[in-house]
Structures are given as structure tokens and as C-alpha cells.
């Protein structure tokens, strides 16, 4: 049986294709159209998707889209009527989109798609809740979900069991974490829905001096970690903007400009919200914790991005283990609505654990040589081992490399296929590759991925940390990797084993044999502002509009020295072939 799952039009459109209950591809919109966050109707990725379970959308059995359209669009009206006629500018822009697209998923679905077949609609948090229990390793859990807003639900608790999953408790539109969380992203300057982790980034470089003011006069919180938001502070329920001059004036200070310097007011502010949505989501989990008495949990939703909240449901609650969907946000409710028809509507038996979500388009040697030697670009071409050999060698040397092999990753982690690698025990790297490379703010921390066997040997951390999910606190006597440990003393965690990504440990393994270290700088493969490289054209582009020292794309090593520097006009003029 194949089922399709789409997630599409608010944030992150994505598709998943499951066969008998397998996950077979995994991809983003934005990897294809280049456009950050696409929210339009995934077309190149469902096209990926059933080429690479090759399959015709005449052989699905069912399409799944992740959200109720109706409902969404019931909330929203509800919402304008009650604050008009402020509401009305934004009821303006909304409206035509609404009625053109937006409503009429179902005819959207069997038009792009020339399907005839059976279309279904998840409720929004239900295909979140389904992302992370369905194919989690627990037979059993507590289930928590924090996000902006589905249809009228903003965050929901309940429990999975078998098949089934059933929600019991949730917080509605406009009381919502993640648009609390957005609030501050827009105040401080930064793109919503796109830059929340810079907020997250920021805040270790402030005090929370502003805690008690957010949750004395934003949010009116309960002992289970439901809340309510003082409306009155805030705009985005009826306005194009997220806050106004009475937020403003709660903070003694206007919005900051974008691209403008941060100063430590700025700092602070980010500290504070950082901190209060830690004390919000540890309190919901523990009342998760409370309410269902399992030790176990799984968690999706935007929010459940947020590492450093992660981390503190480890340490302040008494779950166990935690499982969180890799691509938490809406593109994982894709997978969620398809596993829910599977699994819970249509009854067949859970025979799928998410291993690892390298899940996307991926590129032969020959098909990267072909490519490399159409464009007449000097390299040269390794067999594995000594691929591996000279590569490690290469970040040894202080080389800055590009690494891109097999599947692409889905989700909004870089996990070691399509990444950027450094020496984390340089700590003049931690600048040279924000500013030369990635082209972003100074601030900003970079993730090491370790040897899941030596973790523990370089982090506090209780078990493995596959997807950059968790924060973990670098041992004092491990501070010998710089480059990845935050102001606070933590770095976001990725653990690697040869069975996750063989080729990416292999790397790690060999670094570690000829420098004693077991830790390297992942960060992703682009640039500020642009998703994740998918095919080898972009990533020579990138690779030549920014400072990295060689690419090793597949069998193949690329140096910058022997190739004829060119400006980023011309390489901007290429006009290679995008498949």
C-alpha cells in the first residue's frame, strides 16, 4: 500500500511517501525551488517522492494532507470578526488567498497530482502527534505537541498506545508558546518563522533580567503549564505585525531594526523569553508526565526545535527517554498525516522505526562526474578509504570543507550529507565560518557531531543525540573544542554511528586517528538566507561564492586552488543545468 502525505501553504510544504508502512522519501519544497520556508503546494517534492518509490500517484491507495482547511479557515474568520475593525487590513490580504488556494485543498491535491483516488485531512496536531509516536521505538507514551497554531489548537498533551493515539488536553489560538516565541523573534528583529534560532542562539549572551516582566504581564501561567497571553500586548491576532508600541512600551525600547547591531538590551530580552519558554514546556511535560504516568515521551511541533527547552525536560522531569520528531515543524506533519491513515485509521501494525531521515534526492558518482566534467572543473577522484584519508587530513590542515554524499537530510538539520567541516578545536573557526562562509551574525554557535561511542568522553549527556535535537554541556576538562562550545559552556549535540551515515562516521573515526579528537564542526551546506544545497550544482555554487577551501562531492576532491578564482558575478552567470 502507498500512501502520500503533503504538508503545504502555511510553512515548510513538504511531501512523504510511505509503502506498507515504510518510509520511503522524505523532502521539502524549498530544496528544489530554492525558496526559504516554501509554503506552496510541494510539487517537486511529491515528484521525488514517487520517483524514488517508484510509483505512479495512480498507484496511491490514498493522498493524506496534514491539516483541515475548513476548520483553519473558521478560526481565522472568528478571529477577524472579534477584533474589527483593526483586523480589517489583514482580513484584506488574507481573504483572496484564502478563497483562490488555500480552501480548496481537496481540488488542489487531484489536480496537481491527476489523482482520482481518496484524499484524507489529518487535524494539524494529530499529524504532528503521529510524526513522533508512530515512529518512535515506544509501544507506549506520552505525546506533547507545541507549535504556532493548527486549525485552533496551539499545543496539545496526550498519550500513544499500539496505534492509537488519543489527545486529551489543548491550549487554543491566540494563547500559543510559539507565536509568544515568534513575538519576540519579530522584536528583536529577526525573520518569524525562519530566525527563532538565532533567538535561541542569542540568549546564553544575556541575563533574563525581563522574565518577570513576560510572565507577570505577557503570560498569566497555571501549575500544569496551560497560560493565557495578556491580548492586549500583542498584534498578530488581528494585525500584519507580531507586536506594537504596547509591547514596545513594555520593554522601554522600540523594535529593532533588521541587520542593525544587537546590544546587550538585546541580549537580555532574548535570555528572558528563552528562559520563560523553558519554565512553560518543562511545566507541560511534567503535567504529561503527571497525566499519563509513562516514563517515556514524544514531542513535535515547531517549538520542539527549541534544544535548549529540550534539554531541560531531560533534566527537570522524570521521563526516561524522549523522542522527537527530526523534522518537528510542518514538514514532518507530512509524514505524521500518511502514518495516521496507515497505523490509526486503516488498523495495519506499526513495522517502521525512523533510523535516520537521510531521505532526500541523492547523486551517483558517475552523475556527479558527469556534471563536474561538463563544466570542466579540475579534481580529483579517491577510492573510499582514501577518500576518507585525505579529507580528514584536509580538516587537520585547518581546511574548511564542503561534504556532500547520498541521500540529502529531511528536515532543517545538516546531519552529514550535505554539511560544512571543520576543525572544532581551532576557535578561530567558529568566526572564520560564520562570516566567511555562512555569511551570518558572529553570534551565532556552531554544532559538533561526535563518535556516539566517545560522546561521553567530551559531553554531559544521558544517551545518544542523533538529530541536533538536545543542548549538552561540554565536560570542563574537554574544553579543547572551542569552536563548538556556546558562551554557557553547552553545544547542540549530534552523536553519529556507522550505521546511521557510514561514510560520515568513517570520516569522524579517521580524524580522530590522526588528531585524537572525535569531534568535528557540522554546520549546514549554504549560505545566510538560502536552504540547504540539494544537487551538485549548488553546491559547486556555493561552494565558489563563499571562502570554503575544497568540496568533496562524492568520490571527488575539489580545491579551490586549483580552480580560477571567479567572481560571484560569474558564478552567478553559470548556467548549468538544474535537474
Known sequence: MNILGISCFYHDAAAALIRDGRLVAAAQEERFTRKRHDPDFPRHAVRFCLERGGVRAQDLEFVVFYDKPFIKFERI???????????????????????????????????????????????HHVSHAASAFLVSPFEEAAILTIDGVGEWETATLGSGRGNDITLTHALWFPHSLGLLYSSFTYYLGFRVNSAEYKVMGLAPYGEPRFYDVIMKDLVWMMDDGSFRLN???????????????????LFGAPRREPESALTQFHKDVAASIQKATDTIVVAMAREAERQTKSSRLCMAGGVALNCVSNSKILEGTGFKEVFIQPAAGDAGGAVGAAYYAYNTVLGYPRNFELQNVFLGPEFSDDEIGKFLDSGQIPYDRYEKDDLVKETAALIAQQKVVGWFQGPMEFGPRALGSRSILADARNPRNQSVVNLK??????????APTVLEEKSGDYFRFPGPSPYMLFVATVREDRRSIPAVTHVDGTARLQTISRDQHPLYYDLLKE?????????????????RGEPIVCTPQEAWRCFMRTEMDHLVMGRYILSKEK????????????QFELD
Open 511 to 527: 580524524f580522530e586517528r590522526q588528531t585524537g579528537c572525535p569531534v568535528l564542526i557540522n554546520t549546514s551546506f549554504n549560505v
Open 437 to 446: 562562509i555562512k555569511y551570518r551574525e558572529s553570534f551565532r554557535p556552531f
Open 77 to 123: 474568520l472568528q478571529s477577524y470578526v472579534a477584533t474589527f475593525p483593526r483586523s480589517f487590513p489583514s482580513f484584506l490580504k488574507a481573504l483572496p488567498v484564502w478563497m483562490k488556494e488555500k480552501m480548496w485543498m481537496r481540488q488542489t491535491i487531484a489536480r496537481e497530482l491527476d489523482y482520482e483516488g481518496q484524499i484524507l485531512f489529518a487535524e
Open 563 to 574: 580552480i580560477r578564482p571567479a567572481t560571484q558575478s560569474e558564478v552567478a552567470a553559470e
Open 231 to 249: 491580548m492586549k500586548n500583542f498584534t498578530f491576532h488581528h494585525g500584519l505585525t507580531m507586536t506594537g508600541r504596547k509591547f514596545e512600551r
